[in-house]
T-cell receptor, first 115, second 119 residues
Framework: AQKVTQAQTEISVVEKEDVTLDCVYE???????LFWYKQPPSGELVFLIR??????QNEISGRYSWNFQKSTSSFNFTITASQVVDSAVYFC????????????FGTGTRLQVTL | DTEVTQTPKHLVMGMTNKKSLKCEQH?????MYWYKQKAKKPPELMFV???????INESVPSRFSPECPNSSLLNLHLHALQPEDSALYLC??????????????????FGPGTRLLVL
């Protein structure tokens, strides 16, 4: 069975602060895939990143960065210099590699960025 | 173009009505998905189509009936719904490499959703 835990239910920061969203996962698969999605108030789930279990390199995309650590089964997401437009619910998700694998979502972290 | 479109954006229906939700993608994806999302919860998988064939049904009640007329279109037919079925219905699509890889590993791209209210 697969499980994704996002322990932070809600985070509130002031604009320009850095913020880290935690994601811890459980799986018995040796090959698996991790994802982050952003869901703004409009409702659409926006894909942010996909990482496979064999690639532990951290990734940076603009103000976004991801820290993947297999030793602690974590895939944390950091927003640097947060902006009001970053306000959304962020979901971490996990998938195996089989043909019938499903995406297992965490419960989400609601990020509120204020001026 | 990573766009999945869904119509309508909003739908209000009575418990005796029949309605349909529509999803369309033109990314050449061969896997399409329906999810249901209640407020403050993550999306829950309902159905998966792979190469126009239903591959996963997550024990969804028969009042929800999916249909995949072709590789670009996915419908969800609704009949005799209950108020607790009110939710955001999300469609997604992804690549599917068939028996050599399947869809599980692939990135799912989501549409904007249909907000359904059942009265």
């Amino acid at each position: 069975a697969q499980k994704v835990t996002q322990a932070q239910t809600e985070i509130s920061v002031v604009e320009k602060e850095d913020v880290t969203l935690d994601c811890v996962y459980e799986t018995r698969d040796t090959t698996y895939y991790l994802f982050w999605y952003k869901q703004p108030p409009s409702g659409e789930l926006v894909f942010l990143i996909r990482r496979n279990s064999f690639d532990e390199q951290n990734e940076i995309s603009g103000r976004y960065s991801w820290n993947f650590q297999k030793s602690t089964s974590s895939f944390n997401f950091t927003i640097t210099a947060s902006q009001v437009v970053d306000s959304a619910v962020y979901f971490c998700a996990l998938s195996g590699s089989g043909t019938a694998s499903k995406l297992t979502f965490g419960t989400g972290t609601r990020l509120q960025v204020t001026l | 173009d990573t766009e999945v479109t869904q119509t309508p954006k909003h739908l209000v229906m009575g418990m005796t009505n029949k309605k349909s939700l529509k999803c369309e993608q033109h990314m050449g994806h061969r896997a399409m998905y329906w999810y249901k999302q209640k407020a403050k919860k993550p999306p829950e998988l309902m159905f998966v189509y792979s190469y126009e064939k239903l591959s996963i049904n997550e024990s969804v009640p028969s009042r929800f009936s999916p249909e995949c007329p072709n590789s670009s279109l996915l419908n969800l037919h609704l009949h005799a719904l209950q108020p607790e079925d009110s939710a955001l219905y999300l469609c997604a699509s992804s690549q599917d490499r068939g028996t050599s890889g399947g869809a599980g590993r692939e990135t799912q791209y989501f549409g904007p959703g249909t907000r359904l209210l059942v009265l």
